[in-house]
Structures are given as structure tokens and as C-alpha cells.
T-cell receptor, first 114, second 116 residues
Framework: AQTVTQSQPEMSVQEAETVTLSCTYD???????LFWYKQPPSRQMILVIR??????QNATENRFSVNFQKAAKSFSLKISDSQLGDAAMYFC???????????FGEGTQLTVNP | DAGVIQSPRHEVTEMGQEVTLRCKPI?????LFWYRQTMMRGLELLIY????????DSGMPEDRFSAKMPNASFSTLKIQPSEPRDSAVYFC??????????????FGEGSRLTVL
């Protein structure tokens, strides 16, 4: 079974600075998807960024980018120019290409200090 | 288009009572998921449906839990009888077929259940 591990329960960053959230996963599959979801205090889960495992190029979405290291099974999220609205719980997730199941990590609570 | 709609947003009940959580997926979405979020276990997939048919219910913790999807626009998750350890946030999510190979799910705002 696939597992996703986020080793940082909490992180903090100063506004306008850069922060990196870590995620590792375990799978025997060669093709899969990886995601970062954001959960603000409103509770709703929001997709931040997605990476296909067959793509070598790291995904980017505006201030959000990932560092995907397939051999190391590592998938970190970098937030540049952090904003107060980035404060939330961030979940790393693994998705199978053959199905719909998403496996989530434990989450990292990000605090952005003004 | 409206997002995934869940009700109630908050529910407080006493042990032994029946609890029914409701979900309206995004119109046109073929897949519907029920997740449970707790501090101890994080986000767990309970069950998911494709075109109203349950596909995988292996995450349903016990026979006390049941889920139905009588039509494409409505699903329920029922707990009977409820226990304090069922206290959690229950999320419903939906996804269109075209997104299933990318894994993107559209989540509701969750139903926070407290069982006293």
C-alpha cells in the first residue's frame, strides 16, 4: 500500500519570504500523480499544485513550485513571496493513475508571520 | 457552478443516536467520495461511488457506517448508532471522469460531527 509522510507538523515563515514543505512517499508503481492540497481555516480542501510522475519537469503555479525527486520518492512544495493568505494546513497526496483513490499525508500547519 | 455542498456543517449528538450527513456533488461529476478527517488518523477515504454505484467501501470502519447514492445529485453517509470515536470532520468530494486520470478532487466544506 502507498504511504505518504510529512515530517514537519508545523512550519512558520515571515511574510514575503520563501518556505519549503517536505513530503516523502512510498510506492512500487512507476506512474502516479502527486498533489499538494491546502486547507485554510474554512476547512475546504483546495488543490494547490499537481505533478505527473512521468514528467521530469517540476510543476509550477505562480508562487508555488515543487521539487520532485522520483528516485528519492520526495515531493517538496516551495512557496515564494509568502502571503498571509497562505497560512493553512498543507497536505501532500498520492494518486493512482488506474483509479481514483488519493492517499494523504498527515499535514503541515503553515503559519505566516507579518 | 456551485461547488460540492454538504450539510449539516456542524452536528452535535449523543452517543447512540443516528447521524445522517448529506452531500450534493457538482453537477456532471461522475465520482463521489466520502473522507473522514481526524487528528489521529488524518484524512481517510471511507467509500467512493462511480455513477451512483459504490466501487470501494473498504475504508468504511464498521457496519455502523453506511453510504448511499440514490441519484447523481445526492449522497448520504449514515452512522447508526453513533459513538464518541466517530467524532471527526467528514468531507464529501466529487470529480468528473475527465479528471480521474489526474486525481483532482473537488471538496465540500466538510461536516464536523461531535458525538458526546
Amino acid at each position: 500500500a502507498q504511504t505518504v509522510t510529512q515530517s514537519q507538523p508545523e512550519m512558520s515563515v515571515q511574510e514575503a519570504e520563501t518556505v519549503t514543505l517536505s513530503c516523502t512517499y512510498d510506492t512500487s508503481e512507476s506512474d502516479y500523480y502527486l498533489f499538494w492540497y491546502k486547507q485554510p481555516p474554512s476547512r475546504q480542501m483546495i488543490l494547490v499544485i499537481r505533478q505527473e510522475a512521468y514528467k521530469q519537469q517540476n510543476a509550477t503555479e505562480n508562487r508555488f513550485s515543487v521539487n520532485f525527486q522520483k528516485a528519492a520518492k520526495s515531493f517538496s512544495l516551495k512557496i515564494s513571496d509568502s502571503q498571509l493568505g497562505d497560512a493553512a494546513m498543507y497536505f501532500c497526496a498520492y494518486g493512482e493513475t488506474s483509479g481514483s483513490r488519493l492517499t494523504f499525508g498527515e499535514g503541515t500547519q503553515l503559519t505566516v508571520n507579518p | 457552478d456551485a461547488g460540492v455542498i454538504q450539510s449539516p456543517r456542524h452536528e452535535v449528538t449523543e452517543m447512540g443516536q443516528e447521524v445522517t450527513l448529506r452531500c450534493k456533488p457538482i453537477s456532471g461529476h461522475d465520482y463521489l467520495f466520502w473522507y473522514r478527517q481526524t487528528m489521529m488518523r488524518g484524512l481517510e477515504l471511507l467509500i467512493y461511488f462511480n455513477n451512483n454505484v459504490p466501487i470501494d467501501d473498504s475504508g468504511m470502519p464498521e457496519d455502523r457506517f453506511s453510504a448511499k447514492m440514490p441519484n447523481a445529485s445526492f449522497s448520504t453517509l449514515k452512522i447508526q448508532p453513533s459513538e464518541p470515536r466517530d467524532s471527526a470532520v467528514y468531507f464529501c468530494a466529487s470529480s468528473p471522469l475527465r479528471a480521474m486520470n489526474t486525481g483532482e478532487l473537488f471538496f465540500g466544506e466538510g461536516s464536523r460531527l461531535t458525538v458526546l
